[in-house]
């Protein structure tokens, strides 16, 4: 069977990690990257100037804090971070989050610093 026939189960990927704030890929879609991760507490205020980002909660519950508001997350739920909007994810609970963007986004955005990871691949 082909790599492409094959279905990505979101709770079998999931289970194979647990470190917090560290994206794992788990496919790609044209020069998207669709990323999990495990989120808990605060991350950094950062930016993407050059694209959207993708949240969509699979599991706790995510504030994506934007300077004038915050965007509450339940499971189910899916938010688009606009390009150039600064924003600082928190999960109060640990949360499983689905991200999508292109190939190649930090996570960290404009901010850098010790959070910052590259994606890794989840087989």
């Known amino acids: 069977m082909s790599e492409s026939a094959v279905a990505v189960n979101l709770a079998d990927k999931l289970s194979q990690f647990s470190e917090l704030w560290s994206q794992k890929r788990v496919a790609v879609l044209n020069d998207y990257e669709v990323k999990l991760?495990?989120?808990?507490?605060e991350f950094?205020?950062?930016t993407h100037?050059?694209?959207d980002e993708l949240f969509l909660v699979i599991?706790?519950?995510?504030?994506?804090?934007l300077r004038d508001a915050d965007v509450v997350l339940e499971p189910g739920e899916l938010y688009v971070?606009?390009?150039g909007v600064e924003h600082c994810p928190r999960a109060d609970e640990e949360t499983a989050i689905l991200l999508l963007e292109p190939a190649g986004t930090l996570n960290t955005g404009d901010a850098g610093g010790p959070m910052t990871k590259a994606a890794e691949i989840l087989g």
Do not use: M
């Not at 991760?37 to 507490?41: S, V």
């Not at 599991?59 to 804090?65: D, K, M, V, Y």
């Open 49 to 51: 100037e050059e694209t």
């Open 44 to 46: 950094v205020w950062h």
């Open 59 to 65: 599991s706790g519950r995510l504030t994506i804090q």
């Open 37 to 41: 991760a495990k989120l808990k507490g």
């Open 81 to 83: 971070v606009p390009r």
